[in-house]
């Protein structure tokens, strides 16, 4: 691509550059960085001397320069390179940020806002009150289009393995809006209330409040809006979609895996059917997790939401060859068979009446095929959660002692922690450091475990300490039970000769599609990974189904990716930025007391009221602002929104460019001794100029502490300016004209207050400017010579000013206020310097870009065909800024003109 | 891109526009600074369905490539049919047009809502292409080529 023309800003000298050479004929890139042109002279209220309405000068400007026919504008993107070629044009890099909304479908409704879940500090309106992510710049943006703030993934979206929008859904409960929030969940994983119960919350372990006062109860949030949404809703509102791939695909397995790679490829409209070998679908859910911790009707009422898409579940099905489920006529198979077998010792006597794997036991208790073991005494051998379900369920079947046999010690167990707490307090007995050596029994049957000690040797390639024998350390224990719970295998013995295995059995395939060595046969799960979390599974379902969808359209899998999301945030900046959040305690999903909650298989947990899923929703500090909620992708009546959309970089070719990348306002914050960001009621002057603007955030002038309308207000000359201390010297040159515009705005928004300007001198040289400082005086604006070296404040909120009383009697005085506007000087923009090779762009000493003939070449940089327009080359007031812009056209015309004509 | 419309060639164009509904639409062109032939001149009338067909045999007879009605759609609140009252004053025009040994095709019409300025700004510079089109295959037919 390639323009005449590249002017780097869209404020008000960029644009009139911009319309002037538009108007000679050439063909300009007009660039800007903000989402909307303007620069800062939108921002303003109205402008000296004249007190013309700011808006009304810039927006026919703004309007001109994006309808004009020469003139490309590209707002939300930063030019990053420029370089001069051999034939003396220049290459050009660019950056253009997304917006995530399709500019040419947007029309600016503000649909979006209204509906948009997250609140961010307003820019516009100098961070004085709150916006939504999903927002219009401002109300005369050009392009008036939305922007969806989006500064990266929060963590706790970006850690789900299922990439559930954890953010999403808790800033919808948030807002109160819980039947949104379950359907998003939806959009990512079907087995909401599975998860709600059963998930081990790794969103938990990476909130960034963990860093305050505690991380929040996600898995309790999602709970509610599950409860509630499950409650309201008995069975799920959808059918089956109406078009219709006619492809069909077979599913091994009904548990987590299965079921949600079922649920995705049914809603894309492929016939879908599981085989499932036991009697019930759900797999691990239903026979592995105990009803106490997911009781079934919950389940039940989860793999509604996936049946009711038309998928049938032939129970009661084993399968033992994928081959053959290809030869029936199916396009594609999943194979999810999980991890059905036991691990064994390898110890004699293990093949004796009652040892059973972990998961004979848990299918037996769960089905009731062992109904009691009252009076029974129990050992589990293990220390993973597959020992810990087991031993707890043995005591709600009425055992009289159950015990837990783990060969290291407590803190190296692989369960979590608040599950081993759990079953300690429910009274089963846990003996670390020792394992069986020997079974035995009488006429077949188990009668007694001979057991041995172990010591805690040097670390393995697990990193754990290894356990070691304790040579003569035995002791036999009388038992009626052992359940060995050392690990899983997976139940993929039946497909050992058709697919490529790994040594311990499990499948092996393609890391992101998930295909197996057979083409068209995916697998995910536990039967790929290995023992692992429900979640896990569930996000390979919802991987596999992608690809398997794709691969039925014939597409070619090896070039699409699954699930692309924005570098997750990096939790110091949150928390950096969000100093200001009130400490909240958070709230725990409370648990039955362990005597009563051992009575029967009754629901262990009990979920948050309404009140309380809120509040600790209300936690959340919006880590990647937007929550991908999705709110706005809803509201949108032109679909324009796309959060598949990602920034790009271009490279084009110029002829010439206009450096019109403005100025910098100064931070008062650096003014210590001012209390700007420590005094609410110390603002600086572009606050106060939004506060007056038409577009202002509010309807009257008011004080941010308390809402008052002041009554006595300061204004505090030169912060920022001509000041050593700051490392700036320069006058800023229109600070006082617009304290004295801002002043007379005032005496007409509030007739009542009293304004006192405290300046070392007033800078008035323009053509006008004198006359205006004497209309400001004329309205009875009071004027103080003096320095104003610190302000403090008082107890009300108002602030007490020290100042240095040249003019009148002298010597230190203090005077209180009720608000103190702060004038803030303008300083340089030192970006253009690095848009060059270092050195290659001159800065003059204070780093304006230097302009080697100021008074007699303006415009012209030490760069042939690179031009500097505006604040870019030093501060100027508006008047001059065109000026100058008008300048640099003319230079940049010249240039070209010469170019065209050399050639 | 529009092109830059800054000379006296061109085709000449006649609009009619409706007082409530369209022709703000028109005027927003200008407030927004967009571009259009300056050869295309605006008629603001109450109803577009009073056009009479005359009117426009007129129009090109006295001189104007081409003629386009603004209509309002379902925006009028007077009546929610213009479109098919407008269609007919069409349909009489083209065929009068016909009957004098004119091209049919030099006249068009398009709903143009109060805010639809740059609806309006495509609509006219298609027109505007279309009567070129024209004027070449007219000077074509006239010098005996296909």
Known sequence: MSYDVLVVGGGIAGMESALNLGDMGFKVLLVEKEASIGGKMILLSKVFPTLDCASCISTPKMAATSHHPNITTMVHSEVENIVRREDGRFQVRLQKHTNYVNPSACTGCGECELACTVASPDEFNADLVLRRAAHIPFPQAVPKKAVIERAGTSPCSFECPAGVKAHGYIALVRAGRYEEAFALHMEDAPLVGSLSRACYAPCEGACTRGGLEGPLSIRGIKRFLADRYYAAHSEPEYGPPERRSGKRVAVVGSGPAGLTAAYFLAQLGHEVVVFEAAPQAGGMLRYGIPAYRLPREVLDRDIKNVTALSVSIQLNHPVTSVRSLLEQGFDAVFLSVGTRESQKLGVPGEDLEGVMGCMDFLVAANTGAIASLAGKSVIVVGGGNSAIDPARLALRLGAAKVTILYRRSRQEMPAHDWEVKAALEEGVQLQELRTPVEFLGEDGHLKAVKAQAMRLGEPDSSGRRRPVPVPGSENVIPVDLVIISIGLAPSTGPFAGELACNKNGTLRVNASTLETSLPGVFAGGDAVTGPSMIVQAIGEGHRAAFYIDHYLRGDDVTKLVFNDRLPVMDKAEVLQREQGATRRERSVLRELPPAERIQGIIEVEQGFTEEEARAEAARCLDCGVCSECHACVRACPAGAIDFSLRDQQMELDVGAVIVASGFRLFNARAKKSYGYGRYPNVIDAMQMDRILAPTRPYNAVIRPSDGKVPDNIAYVLCTGSRDCTLDNRLCSRVCCMYSLKQAQLIMGAVPLADVTIYYIDIRAFGKGYEEFFQQARDMGVMFVKGKVAEIQEEENGNLTLTYEDIEGGGGRQRATHDLVVLSVGLLANPEPANLFAPGQLEMDPYSYVREPEEDLDPGRTNIPGIFVAGTAAGIRDIPDTILHAGAAAAQTAAYLQQARSLR | ?146
């Open chain 2, 1 to 146: 891109m529009p092109a830059v419309h800054s000379d006296d060639s061109g085709p000449r164009i006649l609009v009619f526009s409706t007082n409530s509904i369209s022709d703000p639409g028109i005027d927003l062109v200008g407030s927004a600074h967009m571009h259009y032939s300056p050869r295309v001149v605006t008629i603001p009338v109450p109803c577009s369905s009073g056009i009479r067909p005359s009117w426009i045999l007129h129009a090109i007879e006295a001189g104007f490539d081409g003629v386009f009605i603004a209509a309002d759609g379902t925006d009028c609140a007077y009546v929610s049919d213009c479109t098919t009252r407008t269609g007919k004053v069409v349909a009489q025009s083209q065929k009068l047009l016909q009957e004098h040994g004119h091209d049919p095709r030099r006249l068009k019409m398009a709903a143009i809502c109060s805010v639809c300025a740059e609806s309006f700004v495509s609509h006219i510079d298609r027109l505007g292409e279309d009567l070129k089109r024209l004027e070449v295959r007219k000077e074509r037919q006239e010098e005996g080529k296909p």
